[in-house]
């Protein structure tokens, strides 16, 4: 076991165990009194045999047998009411660092959600986490419980007898070592097996989200096939690191049988030579069976440090990945429609391979922009950098003046809105989808706002209202209604600059048509980005930016590029009605 580790490790109980600290000093006292109940308990059996041997049956032995049972159960109590404050303070251990966990995935930016599946992520913060259970319930207390009463029955067993007590707390010394030793391997075999557990439900987790679109292309088979090579790393890791415990745990049983018979046969030893009464002799045997009690539990909380520690060093890991993303000082554009502007901004998802180089360009408070462009132009990635998913690799991107960097990031992203075409839903009632959970939101507001976007119709057949559960719920959406929620939640957030990003594109000519007003609507007094294939779309759009391999083409008012028959603008949009007259 390295130190570092180990610290780790410390550092983590007094985290997490120091709010609760009553509540842990009332388990270790408990603990403590079952220590003292079990030290005690044979030396009444003890002195029961003696006093039979030496007066017959007494009234002293109704006492003595009285007092045996009321200590068991003394001893009882103390047991269960130790194991609910075992239990009580692990859960609410691990569910803060649950807590703390999530908390920290959730600001990680987007590589890092990239690079881990989903399912691995759940893993990572339920697996490992209740993987440490045991050890910020137990490992505290009962560590230092089962030392403690290991050495209370050695300091017994050494009162009755030095020699007695030397050899068997030697016999302890030397098969704890022992154990000791044999698992070292453990720790990293654990984490070879975690990990492998993580990919397995990170795999199964793509698998399930992916069911639509696999099983009518026939990738079932490949499902198969690669949940069985998972979980065939899975079992064998596990196998490997669960034997690295399971071997010196059957060798220590044998070891523990030995501990006892050395007991037995030093005890008879001393009845022999007339240094024991056959009280005594019992008083031997007891301890030293009983000494292997302890010296097991030993062996199982050394075992669970090892499974903790590699578990701590995975959550080590996730917490040291820190996000790129810097919050700013705090500075924040007055409220009311944004400016935008990108200065001299380069960027790419990797380095060497950039999609924008020394972009510029600036949109002014109010305006509409429509972006255009071919398949992966940039359009895409320039909402990405306005949200500060990414930040650009060289120059800035400011609202109102002000760098993104420099803002507070919930803040920053208060101010924008974002409708893409894959709309996700929770598994929730309609209010609570519309709001994000924010129950300030009137009823009557949200009605409006189905009224405007032309969904009040859809809502009126909903069974139990804004109760109504969706998602994966009670009621089903089709995508352009799901599209038309997420316009619902635009309007209701109340964005300074919202960006379509395809918004509309699955939505019927109608419904399209309808939703022209929302638009109109929710543009107003506002700055707004419409990214769109269809160039039909952007009728209502101040302004036309044309993008081609990451570099602006065109960049101008839409009424201009129109009324210009050679912009490229104009060009692309006299190809699309003929493409459409074709069609017709
Ligand atoms: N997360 C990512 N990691 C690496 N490269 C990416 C990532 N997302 C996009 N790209 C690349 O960046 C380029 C621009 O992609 P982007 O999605 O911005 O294009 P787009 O114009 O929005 O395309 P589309 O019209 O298909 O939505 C593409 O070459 C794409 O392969």
């Given at each position: 076991?390295?130190?570092?580790?180990?610290?780790?490790?410390?550092?983590?109980?007094?985290?997490?165990?120091?709010?609760?600290?009553?509540?842990?000093?009332?388990?270790?006292?408990?603990?403590?009194?079952?220590?003292?109940?079990?030290?005690?308990?044979?030396?009444?059996?003890?002195?029961?045999?003696?006093?039979?041997?030496?007066?017959?049956?007494?009234?002293?032995?109704?006492?003595?047998?009285?007092?045996?049972?009321?200590?068991?159960?003394?001893?009882?109590?103390?047991?269960?009411?130790?194991?609910?404050?075992?239990?009580?303070?692990?859960?609410?251990?691990?569910?803060?660092?649950?807590?703390?966990?999530?908390?920290?995935?959730?600001?990680?930016?987007?590589?890092?959600?990239?690079?881990?599946?989903?399912?691995?992520?759940?893993?990572?913060?339920?697996?490992?986490?209740?993987?440490?259970?045991?050890?910020?319930?137990?490992?505290?207390?009962?560590?230092?419980?089962?030392?403690?009463?290991?050495?209370?029955?050695?300091?017994?067993?050494?009162?009755?007898?030095?020699?007695?007590?030397?050899?068997?707390?030697?016999?302890?010394?030397?098969?704890?070592?022992?154990?000791?030793?044999?698992?070292?391997?453990?720790?990293?075999?654990?984490?070879?097996?975690?990990?492998?557990?993580?990919?397995?439900?990170?795999?199964?987790?793509?698998?399930?989200?992916?069911?639509?679109?696999?099983?009518?292309?026939?990738?079932?088979?490949?499902?198969?096939?690669?949940?069985?090579?998972?979980?065939?790393?899975?079992?064998?890791?596990?196998?490997?690191?669960?034997?690295?415990?399971?071997?010196?745990?059957?060798?220590?049983?044998?070891?523990?049988?030995?501990?006892?018979?050395?007991?037995?046969?030093?005890?008879?030893?001393?009845?022999?030579?007339?240094?024991?009464?056959?009280?005594?002799?019992?008083?031997?045997?007891?301890?030293?069976?009983?000494l292997m009690q302890p010296l097991e539990q030993l062996q199982w909380q050394i075992q669970d440090l090892q499974q903790a520690q590699a578990s701590i060093q995975r959550i080590d890991q996730l917490l040291l990945h820190?996000?790129?993303?810097?919050?700013?000082?705090?500075?924040?554009?007055?409220?009311?429609?944004?400016?935008?502007?990108?200065?001299?901004?380069?960027?790419?998802?990797?380095?060497?391979?950039?999609?924008?180089?020394?972009?510029?360009?600036?949109?002014?408070?109010?305006?509409?922009?429509?972006?255009?462009?071919?398949?992966?132009?940039?359009?895409?990635?320039?909402?990405?950098?306005?949200?500060?998913?990414?930040?650009?690799?060289?120059?800035?991107?400011?609202?109102?003046?002000?760098?993104?960097?420099?803002?507070?990031l919930p803040d920053l992203r208060r101010r924008l809105g974002l409708i893409t075409q894959d709309v996700q839903l929770f598994n929730a009632s309609v209010r609570d989808n519309l709001t994000f959970f924010n129950t300030?939101?009137?009823?009557?507001?949200?009605?409006?706002?189905?009224?405007?976007?032309?969904?009040?119709?859809?809502?009126?057949?909903?069974?139990?209202?804004?109760?109504?559960?969706?998602?994966?719920?009670?009621?089903?959406?089709?995508?352009?209604?799901?599209?038309?929620?997420?316009?619902?939640?635009?309007?209701?957030?109340?964005?300074?600059?919202?960006?379509?990003?395809?918004?509309?594109?699955?939505?019927?000519?109608?419904?399209?048509?309808?939703?022209?007003?929302?638009?109109?609507?929710?543009?107003?007094?506002?700055?707004?980005?419409?990214?769109?294939?269809?160039?039909?779309?952007?009728?209502?759009?101040?302004?036309?930016?044309?993008?081609?391999?990451?570099?602006?083409?065109?960049?101008?008012?839409?009424?201009?590029?129109?009324?210009?028959?050679?912009?490229?603008?104009?060009?692309?949009?006299?190809?699309?009605?003929?493409?459409?007259?074709?069609?017709?």
């Amino acid at each position: 076991m390295t130190s570092q580790p180990f610290k780790r490790s410390l550092a983590l109980l007094a985290r997490y165990l120091q709010p609760q600290w009553l509540k842990t000093l009332l388990m270790a006292l408990m603990l403590l009194l079952s220590i003292a109940l079990q030290l005690y308990n044979p030396r009444i059996l003890s002195s029961f045999i003696d006093a039979t041997a030496t007066h017959g049956i007494s009234t002293d032995l109704i006492w003595l047998a009285l007092l045996f049972i009321c200590m068991t159960i003394i001893t009882k109590l103390a047991t269960v009411v130790s194991n609910y404050l075992c239990e009580n303070v692990s859960w609410t251990a691990t569910n803060l660092m649950r807590n703390d966990l999530l908390s920290h995935l959730l600001t990680l930016d987007q590589q890092f959600h990239k690079e881990h599946t989903s399912g691995e992520l759940l893993e990572r913060i339920d697996g490992d986490v209740n993987v440490l259970a045991n050890f910020f319930s137990q490992f505290i207390v009962l560590l230092p419980f089962h030392a403690l009463l290991l050495i209370g029955m050695l300091i017994s067993l050494t009162i009755i007898n030095w020699l007695l007590g030397c050899v068997l707390g030697l016999y302890c010394v030397a098969v704890v070592g022992f154990l000791v030793w044999m698992r070292r391997p453990a720790p990293n075999r654990w984490r070879i097996a975690d990990q492998a557990r993580a990919d397995l439900f990170g795999f199964l987790g793509e698998a399930f989200s992916a069911l639509e679109d696999v099983r009518p292309n026939g990738g079932t088979p490949y499902i198969w096939q690669h949940f069985y090579q998972h979980f065939q790393r899975w079992y064998t890791t596990t196998c490997k690191a669960g034997w690295s415990g399971g071997s010196p745990w059957i060798i220590s049983q044998h070891l523990f049988r030995l501990g006892g018979i050395v007991g037995l046969v030093l005890g008879a030893y001393l009845w022999t030579r007339g240094l024991a009464t056959p009280g005594t002799v019992y008083l031997i045997f007891s301890y030293s069976s009983l000494l292997m009690q302890p010296l097991e539990q030993l062996q199982w909380q050394i075992q669970d440090l090892q499974q903790a520690q590699a578990s701590i060093q995975r959550i080590d890991q996730l917490l040291l990945h820190s996000s790129s993303l810097k919050n700013g000082t705090g500075k924040m554009p007055a409220s009311g429609p944004l400016e935008l502007s990108f200065e001299h901004v380069t960027f790419g998802y990797t380095p060497e391979r950039p999609i924008f180089k020394d972009l510029s360009l600036t949109l002014p408070a109010g305006h509409v922009l429509g972006l255009v462009g071919r398949t992966g132009s940039g359009k895409t990635t320039m909402a990405r950098l306005l949200f500060r998913m990414y930040d650009p690799q060289e120059g800035a991107i400011k609202l109102n003046g002000v760098a993104l960097t420099e803002m507070h990031l919930p803040d920053l992203r208060r101010r924008l809105g974002l409708i893409t075409q894959d709309v996700q839903l929770f598994n929730a009632s309609v209010r609570d989808n519309l709001t994000f959970f924010n129950t300030a939101i009137q009823d009557e507001t949200i009605l409006q706002a189905f009224q405007k976007v032309g969904l009040y119709d859809w809502y009126s057949t909903l069974p139990r209202g804004l109760e109504t559960k969706i998602g994966n719920g009670e009621y089903g959406l089709s995508a352009g209604e799901a599209q038309l929620l997420a316009f619902v939640r635009s309007l209701l957030a109340q964005p300074d600059l919202i960006i379509l990003d395809e918004a509309s594109s699955r939505l019927d000519p109608l419904s399209e048509q309808r939703l022209e007003q929302a638009i109109e609507q929710l543009f107003t007094g506002r700055t707004g980005i419409i990214i769109a294939h269809r160039l039909a779309t952007l009728e209502h759009v101040s302004d036309i930016l044309v993008l081609e391999d990451g570099n602006i083409i065109e960049f101008g008012s839409r009424a201009e590029l129109m009324a210009s028959p050679n912009s490229h603008f104009a060009r692309l949009l006299q190809l699309e009605l003929e493409a459409g007259a074709m069609l017709v």
